[in-house]
């Protein structure tokens, strides 16, 4: 079965600075995808970025990146000039191309400081 | 994007009894999944439901106690059943949208039983 692993249960970061958030995940699949989600305070999970594992090349989006290292299975996040509104719990998701099923890993709370 | 909207957005219940939650989307998609997060928790999927077929079930979860409704292709309905205090956590819609293999989400349903 597969798993995702998140290891930092909280980080913090000052305003307009860069933060890296963790996830690995363990898989004998081959064809799979990859997501961070975002998780405020108003509960909605909102989808920040993804990959797909068949991509070598890093998935960004605006002041979101990732860094995907298949063969480790390590899918981090980077965010770079944190803003306020970034504050939230982040969740690192699998999704399996076989049975379509998401699986969260615990989630990181990023706190962001002025 | 798809808008998803979901009813009730918070309720407070009394053990015993059951609450239905509704699940609209207005585009027309194939798979709707449900949700469960348990407080300070992440998610953990029900249930997947097909439009003109049975929901699967995940292990756990029980179509006695999480009915799952799938009239048409823009909505879907969750009952928690004969609810206890041990019910009380967010419940979340889900869809499949822009053939990409990634799920959005509906604002959640803040669940809380007396």
């Known amino acids: 079965a597969q798993t995702v692993t998140q290891s930092q249960p909280e980080m913090s970061v000052q305003e307009a600075e860069t933060v890296t958030l963790s996830c690995t995940y363990d898989?004998?699949?081959?064809?799979?995808?990859l997501f961070w989600y975002k998780q405020p305070p108003s509960r909605q999970m909102i989808l920040v970025i993804r990959?797909?594992?068949?991509?070598?090349q890093n998935a960004t989006e605006n002041r979101f990146s990732v860094n995907f290292q298949k063969a480790a299975k390590s899918f981090s996040l980077k965010i770079s000039d944190s803003q306020l509104g970034d504050a939230a719990m982040y969740f690192c998701a699998y999704r399996s191309a076989k049975t379509d099923k998401l699986i969260f890993g615990t989630g990181t709370r990023l706190q962001v400081f002025p | 994007s798809a808008v998803i909207s979901q009813k009730p957005s918070r309720d407070i219940c009394q053990r015993g009894t059951s609450l239905t939650i509704q699940c609209q989307v207005d585009s027309q998609v194939t798979m709707m999944f449900w949700y469960r997060q348990q407080p300070g928790q992440s998610l953990t999927l029900i249930a997947t439901a097909n439009q003109g077929s049975e929901a699967t079930y995940e292990s756990g979860f029980v179509i006695d106690k999480f009915p799952i409704s799938r009239p048409n292709l823009t909505f879907s309905t969750l009952t928690v059943s004969n609810m206890s205090p041990e019910d009380s956590s967010i419940y979340l819609c889900?869809?499949?949208?822009?053939?990409?293999?990634?799920?959005?989400f509906g604002p959640g349903t803040r669940l809380t039983v007396l």
């Open positions: 898989t004998s699949e081959s064809d799979y995808y």
């Open positions: 990959q797909e594992a068949y991509k070598q």
């Open positions: 889900s869809v499949d949208l822009g053939g990409r293999s990634t799920q959005y």
